[in-house]
């Protein structure tokens, strides 16, 4: 068990960043930990790059240019969310999207 990778990347996370118990985490069936780790995965996703702007990623991408793609996919995934949750964009709106209004 110590060894195993289960306890590494489902079982550690869950307790440390959700608060949940080893007992809560053996009635549990499989699948809601599973969904339970994909969702602290989305969230940590979500807000890995709260309060940061362009000139901070411009800045941190000139060591690590990695963020700057980190970054983008931050976006996307945030303005997906968003548009699930109705909330507007602030972005330039398509030629198409001010037609159809």
Do not use: C
């Not at 118990?21 to 602290?40: A, F, H, I, T, V």
């Amino acid at each position: 068990m110590k060894e195993a990778p289960e306890v590494i990347y489902l079982y550690i996370p869950l307790m440390k960043d959700l608060n949940l118990s080893w007992g809560e985490l053996k009635r549990l069936p499989r699948r809601e930990l599973e969904g339970l780790l994909y969702g602290l995965s989305k969230y940590s996703q979500m807000h890995q790059f709260d309060g940061y702007d362009e000139k901070d990623i411009s800045v941190l991408a000139k060591d690590k240019p990695q963020i700057r793609s980190d970054y983008y996919k931050y976006l996307e995934l945030k303005r997906k969310y968003e548009e699930r949750e109705g909330i507007k964009s602030t972005g330039r709106k398509s030629f198409e999207g001010i037609i159809g209004e």
